[in-house]
């Protein structure tokens, strides 16, 4: 598969007292064309925040002080104002946790799709309002042209998302960015959109970014996961690598809390502590202050990057250490 | 899972035949014209150091059954006994009174702290209302020890709530919960907005306080892996009413109720080799205003029958627990 989106060395900082303080920490990832890239991590991870910083929508005070973004080679960081707005929308979509406030509460969901194809495609109303009908059909929307003249306090969560996801592809972007897609639906209406968008990323080859915590989301969906923790990657592997022999002491962590994993009658594995905020970051390894298995480097000293044959990368001094023991040995 | 650790036949809370309906009104004059049946015919008991597990998706009505029984909400029927008294008879002065050994705790523990009180205070205020400690260094001495015992250090009664994470926030309401000497806590989606780390270490501490103190909990929440590690039996609801009822084992192991079996089917599964397990439930849920005639699941139901469209099922007896399903009826011997 060939890249679409490369990012290498992402910095955004937001100011403080103490001088800029970095929320994304030299982040460097690669997402292929229809491929499902998972990023996941905790409250305070830095991941929606990365996925702002792509799309060049950081809130202020907050920047992107350094790195790259290139998309098919471009630097979007790089780019004049008026042209980062066309690819926005036009090649990278984004959908949100809340439908119901990315929808304007007065206008008719299909004037609003309507609305977001004309921005980018000089036509006019009447085929403008046969695309947003066959969208509609497309992300499965029962009644479509009756829902195209509803507001969105006519329609469910659900059906909300739907409309979001219809206006997302109505450019057919070549990235789709969806942070935690499903976090506010239930768990039966969850599955459907699920379903809807692995079905929509094979027919039409639609690249994903997802953002998540939930990694039964991930198992369902993505290619590969990149974790994150306190503003820097720690792991990033295939999916199946990822969840059956995770590497990193906070992947494994994050693994053995999901309480379905543990058999009856024994007690929660915890990952001690809590994700230290931005400006109580640990100069060592950002996962030292709660990782079982710190020793003498990692309070101090950043753990590098180590890459497998396979391409699977983890930032670890542990798993640095036995891979060094192995390889003596 | 859990094994049942109750004491034979004895009962802390009975719930029965709880309906609690809200008035739609509408026009200039305010007339009624129809009902949101949030909760119709809810029964259940909750035995002393048990957790039972009432979950559901949104708009089920789980909430509100826990806030009619904390008389947060009016229920018009049924009855809810605890510690030998129908709550629901109480006058305000008693209900007050009762409330010392029932207490909730929430899903945002921001909006039930009170910003500009010191948590020491926040702690003590119900100690306060219900007499408990001889004196004020006697009742900040608890304090201490409370906080102490929800894993938080006892130096840092002094600070307001915004100075805590999440995680330590619902660690403070649960302090608090506990500082009047509760017998039953309804927790109200209380871990549902912690990230899976800290979850985990607030699950275990409600269990190490449960074996401790023989607490029962009423345990309100959409999440079923939750449920199957806290829970000894669990009813599932749909749109107001209790569609299944058992021990957890048999609940996740052998549901009988076709939701049941949806609700379950539709979890993601993190096990690499399972993946498009998460099967997806035909449409949404129906307004609890207008729910559907017969058997309120029959428009999203696999296996609907004739009858399931017309007829309301009642609740079967199953050999462990109950269903509201037509499958579940028993035969006629003779057939």
């Avoid at chain 2, 708009?59 to 049924?78: N, P």
Wanted: hydrophobic share 40%; net charge negative; glycine share 6%.
């Amino acid at each position: 598969m060939s890249v679409l989106l490369q990012v290498k060395n992402l910095r955004t900082t937001f100011p403080s007292a103490s001088g800029p303080m970095p929320v994304v920490d030299d982040i460097s990832f690669d997402l292929a064309r229809g491929e499902v890239l998972a990023l996941v991590g905790e409250s305070g991870s830095g991941k929606s925040m990365t996925a702002l910083s792509i799309l060049r929508l950081v809130p202020k005070p907050g920047k992107v002080s350094s790195g790259s973004v290139l998309l098919a080679g471009e630097d979007l960081l790089r780019l004049p104002v008026t042209e980062m707005r066309r690819v926005r929308g036009a090649r990278i979509a984004m959908i949100f946790q809340e439908p119901m406030t990315s929808l304007n509460p007065v206008v008719a969901v299909g004037a609003q799709v309507m609305e977001a194809i004309q921005l980018h495609d000089p036509i006019n109303k009447v085929d403008a309002r046969s695309r947003a009908r066959a969208l509609f059909a497309e992300v499965g929307i029962p009644d479509p042209e009756a829902r195209l003249d509803a507001y969105p306090h006519h329609l469910s969560g659900g059906l909300k998302q739907r409309v979001m996801i219809a206006m997302a592809l109505s450019m057919r972007p070549e990235i789709l960015i969806a942070d935690e897609p499903t976090t506010a639906l239930d768990v039966t209406v969850q599955a459907q959109i699920l379903t809807l968008l692995r079905n929509l990323q094979r027919e039409r080859g639609t690249a994903i970014l997802l953002i998540t915590h939930d990694l039964g989301i991930v198992n369902e969906l993505a290619d590969r996961v990149a974790v994150m923790y306190a503003g820097r990657l720690v792991e990033v592997a295939e999916r199946k690598a990822l969840l059956s022999n995770p590497l990193h002491p906070y992947t494994q962590g994050l693994l053995k809390s999901i309480p379905s994993r543990t058999p009856a009658g024994e007690r929660l594995p915890e990952i001690p502590g809590v994700v230290p905020s931005p400006d109580q970051w640990p100069t060592g390894c950002r996962f030292s202050t709660r990782c079982p298995l710190c020793f003498e480097p990692c309070e101090t000293i950043q753990p590098e990057e180590i890459e497998d044959s396979a391409g699977r990368r983890v930032w670890c001094h542990e798993v640095e250490r036995s891979m060094d023991a192995e390889s003596s040995s | 899972m859990r094994k049942d650790a109750s004491r034979d036949g004895e009962t802390l809370l009975r719930v029965s035949g709880l309906q609690t309906w809200y008035p739609i009104r509408q026009g200039l004059m305010r007339r009624q014209t129809g009902w949101v049946q949030a909760v119709s015919d809810v029964s259940f008991e909750i035995a002393p150091g048990q957790t039972f597990a009432l979950v559901g998706e949104s708009g089920c009505g789980k909430t509100t059954v826990g806030r009619s029984i904390l008389r947060l909400e009016s229920a018009q029927k049924g009855e809810v006994f605890f510690e030998g008294r129908d709550l629901l008879k109480l006058d305000s002065n008693s209900m007050r009174a009762a409330r010392q050994h029932l207490q909730i705790i929430f899903q945002d523990p921001m909006a039930s702290l009170d910003p500009r009180m010191r948590i020491r205070d926040q702690i003590a205020e119900g100690m306060r209302s219900f007499g408990i400690g001889r004196n004020e260094s006697d009742r900040l001495a608890r304090v201490r020890a409370l906080l102490e015992r929800v894993q938080l250090d006892p130096d840092t009664l002094d600070r307001y709530p915004h100075e805590f994470s999440g995680g330590q926030r619902q660690r403070i309401c649960i302090a608090r919960a506990l500082a009047v000497e509760p017998r039953l806590i309804v927790c109200d989606e209380s871990v549902s907005a912690l990230d899976v780390s800290i979850q985990a270490q607030i699950l275990n501490l409600l269990r190490d306080l449960q074996e401790e103190l023989g607490l029962s909990y009423l345990f309100i929440t959409h999440d079923l892996s939750v449920v199957r590690y806290l829970a000894h039996q669990v009813a599932v609801m749909y749109l107001g009413k209790i569609v299944e009822q058992g021990p957890t084992e048999r609940i996740f192991d052998a549901p009988a109720h076709p939701y049941t079996k949806a609700l379950l089917a539709a979890i993601p599964s993190v096990d690499p080799e399972r993946r498009g397990g998460a099967l997806a439930v035909l449409g949404d849920v129906p307004s609890p205003s207008d729910p559907p005639a017969g058997c309120h699941f029959h428009t999203r139901c696999d296996v609907v029958m004739e009858r399931c469209r017309t007829q309301v099922p009642p609740l079967f007896e199953l050999e462990e627990g109950c269903s509201r399903c037509f499958l579940a009826e028993p035969t006629n011997p003779g057939d």
